[in-house]
Structure formats: C-alpha cells, structure tokens
C-alpha cells in the first residue's frame, strides 16, 4: 500500500494538480447527494477532464474515503454528534422527526 500512495503521488508532477485532485476526489467522496458508486464515478471523470485533474489520483482518494468500512463509522459519528449537540446543547427534542426505527438506537446512547 504504501508503494501504491508513492508511486501515485510521485507519477504527478505539477504539485498544484496533484492538490487539485486530491480535493476534488474528497470532494466527491463526501458529497452526501451522490451515494450511489456509478453516479461518483462519472463524477470522477467528468471533473477530472473539466479541470484537467489528474484521475488516478482523484479516483484512489474517492475510494479510499467513501467505502462502507469508513463511511458507516463516520455517519455514525456524525448521527450521534448531532443528536447530542441539538439535544444537550440546543435543547431540540429531535424525536418528532427521526424515523421511527432510530430512536431505539437514540434510546440505546442515550
């Protein structure tokens, strides 16, 4: 793995592109509109010939980000950070417009 990341980052030679698609492929990974695998990849090459990216870079951060072994984690957190900074610090009940099957797992942290 750590071969692939060096010959990945060293196969770049304009340092500006290579943060340029680094970005853009986080980017794309968190873009919570586009879920769906097929849609980030036409993304992927749509934005790496718009802005001339360099497109093995953008796709291995797209992918290395947004794969169901992080994002689960992360969305995860992120649930639990909100519910407890909109409940504990806001003081908004949040149960009215959660789904019905969260709140045994808001229940289950609380």
């Known amino acids: ?10 196969s770049e030679k304009s340092v500006t592109k290579l943060s340029l698609s680094f970005c853009f492929g986080v980017f794309i ?3 919570p509109v586009i879920p769906l695998i097929p849609v980030q990849t036409l993304l992927i090459f749509l934005f ?3 802005f ?7 796709f291995a951060t797209v992918y290395l980000i947004n794969n169901p072994f992080t994002m689960i984690p992360i969305c995860f957190a992120d649930y639990v950070f909100g519910s407890w900074l909109l409940n504990s610090i806001l003081k908004i009940d ?10 045994s797992f808001s229940d289950f942290f609380e």
């Open 1 to 10: 793995m750590k071969k692939f990341i060096y010959k990945l980052i060293s």
């Open 29 to 31: 990974a968190w873009t």
């Open 48 to 50: 790496s010939w718009l």
């Open 52 to 58: 001339k990216l360099n497109t093995t870079v953008t």
């Open 94 to 103: 949040l149960m009215p417009y959660n789904p019905k099957w969260i709140n």
